[in-house]
Nanobody, 127 residues
Framework: QAQLVESGGGSVQAGGSLRLSCAAP??????MGWFRQAPGKEREGVGT???????TYANSVKGRFTISKDNAQNTLYLQMNSLKPEDTAMYYC???????????????????????WGQGTQVTVSS
């Protein structure tokens, strides 16, 4: 059973930055992504990165968040800058053995197509 382990969450004031990490040892995925879920809301996609480094972002985070991946270490990163209170959520990394889908509209990746998930890390942004 593949295991993904997130780290790096915490509390920060609006305008601050955080960097999340997701370790995925022992398995190579074609597509990895970040998702978030606020209390009482559905899980929403933040963005994805393919093995070749191609990224997609939801419009809500475009220009503020950056997804990257260290293929040698099988570690996924989410650099979050200019954080807003509405970014407060549990953040999850996920992985898929297929290629990432394109996201021209910027609606964010569909969580239903990802088969492997981490346990989540909390991000809280105060105003």
């Amino acid at each position: 059973q593949a295991q993904l382990v997130e780290s790096g969450g915490g509390s920060v004031q609006a305008g601050g930055s955080l960097r999340l990490s997701c370790a995925a040892p022992g398995y190579r995925y074609y597509c990895m992504g970040w998702f978030r879920q606020a209390p009482g809301k559905e899980r929403e996609g933040v963005g994805t990165v393919d093995t070749d480094g191609t990224t997609t972002y939801a419009n809500s985070v475009k220009g503020r968040f950056t997804i990257s991946k260290d293929n040698a270490q099988n570690t996924l990163y989410l650099q979050m800058n200019s954080l807003k209170p509405e970014d407060t959520a549990m953040y999850y990394c996920a992985a898929n053995t297929g290629w990432c889908a394109t996201d021209i509209a910027g609606t964010g990746p569909n969580p239903a197509i990802f088969g492997y998930w981490g346990q989540g890390t909390q991000v809280t942004v105060s105003s």
